[in-house]
């Protein structure tokens, strides 16, 4: 496949399109045959990313949120989420595990979890401005298991 | 998400089925709550055999339901925990505050 594939979904911050954008990244992945335990740590990842834009980004509007999903050589799922919320002012902290600004209804994990499910994660932010979330992991053809 | 619950002999058991996220979150914390205060069990057991999904939001529901239970003299457990769900729990370090099954 030379053509790399991808998907772009944009869906404003409601939280009732939690569910929808992992389905959505489950379902683009589903293509490079991954294993169960390979799409629970997909979704949880999407989970994760885009409920941080719902919760954190836009806490109180709703605003636009991106969703791209994209495969690139050697089958390596790429998934992105994007806002053009309120931004981090210190991304390091942020992904510091417990580090939360959203009190007892958060546990400070989100980022750990994508971290530790995903082969790589970028976070790039500005404040006032939004937030990118970059995230890859590789999927191995069940063959060379 | 939706929830059976059971009482015997001062054991509630609430059982959660399908996704768990933040869109759920606060409405499944205030139906717990609300049990919890009713039936003042003296241990509460969440089973989570039916859950298809959960991420983050769920860690903050356990330990809020662990401390609701604490401040009534009780205690939590969390049985049958799938795959998943074991997955984000761990990462979290959950065990160390939670008794899981
Ligand atoms: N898209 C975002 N826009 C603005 N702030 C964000 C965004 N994502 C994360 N943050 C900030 O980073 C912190 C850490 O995020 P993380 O997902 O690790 O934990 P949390 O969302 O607070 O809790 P949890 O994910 O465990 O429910 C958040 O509390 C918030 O302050
Ligand atoms: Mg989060």
Redesign the interface.
């Given at each position: 496949m030379n053509v790399a594939n991808y998907i772009a979904i944009t869906f404003p911050s409601c939280?009732?399109n939690?569910?929808f954008a992992?389905a959505a990244a489950a379902a683009f992945a589903a293509q490079l045959d991954p294993t169960l335990?390979e799409l629970?740590?997909i979704?949880?990842a999407v989970?994760?990313a885009v409920?941080n834009a719902?919760?954190h980004a836009y806490p109180d509007t709703i605003g636009k949120i991106a969703l791209k999903a994209k495969i690139l050589e050697g089958d390596v799922l790429e998934l992105t989420v994007r806002d053009w919320g309120r931004g981090i002012a210190d991304v390091e902290k942020a992904r510091e595990p417990l580090f939360t600004t959203g009190g007892?209804?958060?546990?400070g994990?989100?980022f750990?979890?994508m971290e530790?499910?995903m082969d790589t994660l970028r976070v790039t932010s500005k404040e006032g401005q939004g937030t990118k979330v970059v995230m890859r992991r590789r999927i191995a053809k069940r063959g060379r298991r | 998400m939706d929830i059976r619950t059971k009482l015997e002999e001062q054991t509630l058991t609430i059982q959660l089925c399908g996704e768990l996220d933040h869109h759920g979150a606060k409405g499944l914390m205030e139906r717990m709550d609300a049990l919890m205060e009713r039936d003042l069990p003296r241990k509460t057991i969440l089973d989570l055999e039916q859950l298809r999904f959960m991420d983050s939001s769920g860690i903050a529901v356990i330990l809020r339901a662990k401390r609701r239970m604490e401040a009534l003299g009780g205690n939590l457990v969390v049985v049958n925990i799938p795959k998943q769900a074991a997955r984000v729990l761990d990462t979290a370090g959950l065990g160390r505050y939670v008794k899981l099954i």
């Amino acid at each position: 496949m030379n053509v790399a594939n991808y998907i772009a979904i944009t869906f404003p911050s409601c939280s009732a399109n939690e569910g929808f954008a992992r389905a959505a990244a489950a379902a683009f992945a589903a293509q490079l045959d991954p294993t169960l335990e390979e799409l629970g740590d997909i979704k949880t990842a999407v989970s994760e990313a885009v409920t941080n834009a719902i919760v954190h980004a836009y806490p109180d509007t709703i605003g636009k949120i991106a969703l791209k999903a994209k495969i690139l050589e050697g089958d390596v799922l790429e998934l992105t989420v994007r806002d053009w919320g309120r931004g981090i002012a210190d991304v390091e902290k942020a992904r510091e595990p417990l580090f939360t600004t959203g009190g007892e209804e958060r546990s400070g994990m989100g980022f750990t979890i994508m971290e530790s499910f995903m082969d790589t994660l970028r976070v790039t932010s500005k404040e006032g401005q939004g937030t990118k979330v970059v995230m890859r992991r590789r999927i191995a053809k069940r063959g060379r298991r | 998400m939706d929830i059976r619950t059971k009482l015997e002999e001062q054991t509630l058991t609430i059982q959660l089925c399908g996704e768990l996220d933040h869109h759920g979150a606060k409405g499944l914390m205030e139906r717990m709550d609300a049990l919890m205060e009713r039936d003042l069990p003296r241990k509460t057991i969440l089973d989570l055999e039916q859950l298809r999904f959960m991420d983050s939001s769920g860690i903050a529901v356990i330990l809020r339901a662990k401390r609701r239970m604490e401040a009534l003299g009780g205690n939590l457990v969390v049985v049958n925990i799938p795959k998943q769900a074991a997955r984000v729990l761990d990462t979290a370090g959950l065990g160390r505050y939670v008794k899981l099954i």
